[in-house]
Nanobody, 127 residues
Framework: HVQLVESGGGSVQAGGSLRLSCAVP????????LGWFRQSPGKEREGVAS???????AYADSVKGRFTISQDNAKNALTLQMDSLKTEDTAMYYC??????????????????????WGQGTQVTVS
């Protein structure tokens, strides 16, 4: 049973910052592609950022330069540092994991079909 648990969401004013965290099993980084996705009401789920087994990161164009995905080995957590937040960043944010090892290009494509394991989500509201 794969369990991913997000935390760190909340409400913030535009221009502010939030840091999301996702508890990941200790071996998660060395075997799987990990990613952050988000979904707003009435919109499709979209990929935000990913981290491949090789440590290669990828970002959606809408968040490049503002969001940073990384791993916190001490806490076995996948993090998403979100700076310069905009109202359009408002969404439910989900942590996700691939079934197996993905090529960096596949991991970086941020396509949800490659991620069968999902957390319950954490809400981010920017006003």
């Amino acid at each position: 049973h794969v369990q991913l648990v997000e935390s760190g969401g909340g409400s913030v004013q535009a221009g502010g910052s939030l840091r999301l965290s996702c508890a990941v099993p200790p071996y998660g980084y060395t075997r799987y592609c990990l990613g952050w996705f988000r979904q707003s009401p009435g919109k499709e789920r979209e990929g935000v950022a990913s981290l491949s087994v090789d440590g290669i990161t990828a970002y959606a164009d809408s968040v490049k330069g503002r969001f940073t995905i990384s791993q916190d080995n001490a806490k076995n957590a996948l993090t998403l540092q979100m700076d310069s937040l905009k109202t359009e960043d408002t969404a439910m944010y989900y942590c996700a994991r691939s079934r197996g090892r993905l090529l960096p290009s596949t991991c970086g494509a941020l396509t949800s079909t490659w991620f069968p394991y999902w957390g319950q989500g954490t809400q981010v509201t920017v006003s």
